[in-house]
């Protein structure tokens, strides 16, 4: 499995846009990369995924480097529900609906 | 459309015990995997179920055994339980083991005390 590197914490202010951060400098050229959110007391939420290209959902937008070392998940205006810890997974394709390794995240702390 | 279920939501036993985890899937998926999260820590994957059978597996010792029923539900058991296995345990559930690409959906988790 690939390695990541996120931030363990960042902080934003109510309806500013927030980028979100990870390398993943040891990914393969098959892995898709995926980002999932765990507001406190929940269990995780899929939030968007992407393997070379830029994606865009209701919810985020993921950014891709052109080497795919890195990424960056976009909100676009953060409001105090989106205050959780998020994971950035790199997985197979043939496996990420099945197995996700997670690493230990970013605290998102939104301010109001 | 009903989510993921787990039950129970909370747990406490002691050393030693024996315990029962649940988890209904999301409706219209088959496949279901299990992940223990310990308190500050991210999920880490123990077992996947498939067609009733475990078709992957983590780094998990064998007193953790699982079992998927006809209708795609679930069960987690672990035997002999230690100090070490207090953390919420989460069930996702996706559809065709997991092939294709597909996002988890996941359970809000079983909070197991061990005392």
């Known amino acids: 499995d690939a390695k990541t590197t996120q931030p363990n914490s960042m902080e934003s202010n109510e309806e500013e846009p927030v980028h979100l951060p990870c390398n993943h400098s040891?990914?393969?050229?098959?892995?898709?990369i995926h980002w999932y959110r765990q507001l406190p007391s929940q269990g995780p939420e899929y939030v968007i995924h992407?393997?070379?290209s830029n994606v865009n959902n209701r919810m985020a937008s993921l950014a891709i480097a052109e080497d795919r070392k890195s990424s960056t998940l976009i909100l676009h205006r953060a409001t105090l529900r989106d205050a959780a810890v998020y994971y950035c997974i790199p997985s197979p394709w043939e496996t990420s609906g099945s197995r996700l390794t997670f690493g230990e995240g970013t605290q998102l702390t939104v301010n109001p | 459309d009903a989510g993921v279920t787990q039950s129970p939501t909370h747990l406490i036993k002691t050393r030693g015990q024996q315990v029962t985890l649940r988890c209904s899937p999301k409706?219209?998926?088959?496949?279901v995997s299990w992940y223990q999260q310990a308190l500050g820590q991210g999920p880490q994957f123990i077992f996947q179920?498939?067609?009733?059978?475990?078709?992957q597996r983590g780094n998990f010792p064998d007193r953790f055994s699982g079992h998927q029923f006809p209708n795609y539900s679930s069960e987690l058991n672990v035997n002999a339980l230690l100090l070490g296995d207090s953390a919420l345990y989460l069930c996702a559930s996706s559809l065709g083991a997991g092939w294709g690409n597909q996002p988890q959906h996941f359970g809000d988790g079983t909070r197991l005390s061990i005392l």
């Open positions: 992407g393997l070379t």
């Open positions: 409706s219209g998926h088959d496949t």
């Open positions: 040891t990914i393969s050229g098959t892995d898709y």
């Open positions: 179920y498939y067609e009733e059978e475990e078709r």
